[in-house]
């Protein structure tokens, strides 16, 4: 009897998960079937449903996870942890586990060493699994290296030990993997950089980098009139300070390689240290988890081998899966498997999570340019407390974050840590928290069919960053001029004593970002000359790529004194606009106050209230992209406020990405798309829509992931109120 089911669920494959009757030879009961763990989530990893992925990569075969005869044929043929074929021979030792899929046995190993003991395919639990014995040298002519990049010794490939039932440690809510590796104390294991300082693909890109770097940031400044009568004065005068960044150079790759997709622009560029903080409680199991896996191996497949990675898993407690590697080839294959490993269960601790993802980046021994973490997560923190506990029910990230992840960081060391928030159920305030903090962003993600389509639009941020260390100076010119307030959002900004001089630290930029500052002074009367200079500014920054520092200088501001019976000049639409997005801004934070202490009505006030304001503004009148993107926006967010259930649900999360997203000038994902309004749109660099386009392309061309997401996209997510 128990034959016969096992060659029935070697049949099946992928195709369903099925109940086993319990025979002499299987004394413990499997796992309940839950039907969102009917699909591979290897499959789902797999570069072969990606369209155009990096050719150098081994796939498997085309006809990747199909759920139907084709899949049983995947899965024979095809080891589901690395994602290369299984071959008899050639030094490649194969083990068949008790529910009869194949796997190469290094690859077994390394996923019982990361402490996996569930197969990828059809989720069984094992009660055998495989060790590898001591190491010996291999037989002469034969590699000792598998595909995956382990050692492996082919005449001890036959080790197998019986596993002990789970140990469940009650106190801290989480089953203890008994095979887990231990980590080390201090995490300076990362991969040498070697002599890749440089981001450059393709070798026709080798002489991309040359010109001058004074050509890396246009400045242009505003004053809110043009002219002003010379008996006039004000005490409030505001001036628009416009920053952007210069686009990267942009080559065709020219490998000749033509793929479905269009082809990702390849440009010199910084490489990152990315490290990723992702939440595998318990409430991640099923859809959730698959679709993170896919996620995951998006980004894994779009870094370069000048890129590193790590990847921290967090619920009760934190482990690292690997340490920072380089993404080659041969990288991007062990980070898949070790990311396929994962399995959801136990508690959220964040906190712990973000504590070991940032030893991570103080122990490492060398830094690329870049440095950045990502932290996912659907949950409350459920071990994280501060202060009495009970006064104060949310935790101080404040206090219990590393030095290294404060923005304002003396040591001049700073981790931005962009935060995603999914579902109705995580902890919006505290992610946000953290974001602002570290001087990340925070994105919500309402739907779980879009975790993919956040990461991709994150990533292709920080892999396009163009200036670093930036910093604005802005200097009084007239002798009777001071600085009234410098607006700059998230930003730190000072002025200094006297109010003659004020500096913005703006830090990194993205190729194309903009960042718009207003900048309130005093203007005297003229009594004589026909023209006043109020500022002059400078910007000091640090090209990533050549390292050098830059010093780039404005012309001054002037207005000009007509005699006077003359009219005042002109209002600028920029400065009106600019002035319309942070009053917007600010609604959102009071209405988000008034919402937190139980008054919606009166947040919805506060939001129409700004509606109206800005309805009769300049900008407004002349159809201004950004002044309707803001409307839309403050309406948005109203009708998220419908009942106290529905702002719980999704309205304090959309808020909060929206306030993240204009605090620091930069695009986060809202709601249930990464493109649901043209706000969002306005904050996109040419390099996230790239990225972006390239993960929707592939997500829509896997017949495995649309079979997936459709459930949610027809019921399991919860509508937006309208």
């Not at 033509?258 to 409680?281: G, H, K, M």
């Not at 980004?299 to 921290?312: K, M, P």
């Amino acid at each position: 009897m128990g034959s016969k089911w096992r060659k029935m669920k070697l049949a099946l494959g992928l195709n369903l998960c099925v109940f086993v009757p319990r025979t002499l030879e299987d004394s413990s009961p499997l796992p309940d079937c839950d039907s969102t763990e009917r699909f591979s989530d290897a499959a789902l990893l797999s570069p072969a449903h990606w369209g155009s992925s990096r050719p150098s990569t081994p796939t498997p075969s085309s006809h990747g996870l199909t759920f139907s005869k084709s899949g049983s044929k995947f899965s024979k043929q095809t080891c589901s942890i690395c994602l290369t074929k299984l071959k008899q021979g050639g030094g490649l030792a194969i083990f068949t586990a008790e529910c009869s899929h194949s796997f190469h046995f290094h690859c077994v190993v390394s996923n019982v060493k990361h402490g996996n003991q569930i197969c990828p395919v059809c989720r069984a639990q094992w009660k055998e699994i495989p060790v590898q014995g001591p190491s010996l040298d291999p037989p002469p002519g034969r590699a000792s290296v598998g595909p995956a990049g382990w050692n492996q010794n082919n005449a001890l490939m036959t080790v197998v030990r019986r596993l002990p039932p789970p140990r469940r440690d009650l106190s801290r809510r989480l089953i203890v993997p008994l095979c887990q590796a231990p980590e080390p104390g201090v995490f300076d294991d990362d991969e040498s950089l070697g002599n890749q300082t440089i981001c450059a693909e393709s070798s026709c890109n080798k002489n991309s980098a040359d010109g001058d770097s004074t050509k890396i940031i246009q400045m242009k400044t505003y004053p809110e009139i043009s002219a002003a009568p010379k008996s006039k004065s004000y005490d409030d005068f505001t001036v628009l300070v416009h920053l952007k960044a210069a686009a990267s150079v942009r080559r065709q790759n020219c490998t000749g390689n033509q793929a479905t997709l269009p082809q990702f622009s390849r440009t010199p560029r910084a490489p990152v240290d990315l490290v990723t903080v992702l939440d595998i409680s318990g409430s991640m199991a099923g859809t959730k988890l698959a679709l993170l896996k896919r996620a995951m191996g998006f980004v894994i497949q779009n870094l370069s081998s000048c890129d590193r990675l790590s990847v921290i898993a967090f619920s009760s407690t934190a482990r690292r899966l690997f340490p920072l590697r380089r993404m080659t080839d041969t990288g991007r294959q062990q980070a898949l498997q070790a990311v396929n490993s994962l399995v959801a269960n136990g508690g959220t601790n964040i906190a712990e999570g973000l504590r070991k993802g940032a030893k991570i980046m103080e122990d490492r021994r060398e830094k690329n340019a870049v440095s950045s973490i990502i932290l996912l997560s659907d949950g409350q923190d459920t071990y994280t407390v501060s202060g009495s506990g009970v006064n104060q029910p949310q935790p101080n990230y404040q206090l219990l974050l590393p030095l290294s992840m404060h923005a304002k960081d003396e040591s001049g060391f700073q981790i931005p840590v962009h935060s995603f928030g999914f579902g109705a159920d995580h902890d919006a305030s505290s992610m946000h928290s953290i974001s602002e903090i570290s001087g990340g962003t925070f994105s919500f993600i309402e739907t779980e069919a879009v975790i993919q389509d956040a990461f991709a639009q994150c990533i292709g941020g920080l892999l396009s960053v163009v200036v670093q260390e930036l910093q604005v100076a802005i200097e009084c010119v007239h002798a009777n001029i001071h600085l009234g307030s410098l607006k700059a959002g998230s930003y730190p900004s000072r002025l200094m004593v006297g109010g003659r001089t004020g500096f913005i630290d703006v830090g990194d930029l993205y190729a194309d970002e903009e960042r718009d500052f207003l900048v309130s002074v005093n203007v005297p009367v003229e009594p004589s000359g026909n023209s006043t200079p109020l500022l002059r500014v400078r910007c000091v920054y640090r090209d990533p790529i050549t390292k050098q520092t830059t010093t780039l200088e404005s012309d001054e501001v002037r207005i000009e004194r007509p005699d006077m019976g003359g009219e005042p000049g002109v209002i600028s639409v920029e400065v009106d606009r600019q002035c319309n997005r942070l009053q917007a801004a600010e609604a959102m934070a009071q209405a988000r106050i008034a919402a937190e202490q139980g008054d919606l009505a009166g947040a919805v006030a506060i939001l129409e209230k700004c509606r109206m304001v800005l309805s009769q503004t300049v900008s407004a009148k002349s159809h201004d992209r950004l002044c309707v993107a803001l409307d839309a926006e403050l309406k948005e967010m109203q009708e998220r406020m419908a009942s106290r259930h529905v702002y719980e649900a999704s309205g304090r999360a959309y808020i909060l990405s929206g306030l993240s997203s204009h605090s620091w000038q930069r695009a986060t994902a809202r709601g249930d798309s990464t493109d649901s309004s043209s706000l969002v749109q306005s904050y996109q660099t040419p390099s996230m829509l790239e990225m972006l386009t390239r993960s929707q392309a592939t997500f829509l061309s896997s017949p495995a992931a649309q079979r997936l997401v459709q459930p949610l996209l027809s019921c399991g997510s919860q509508p937006k109120p309208r």
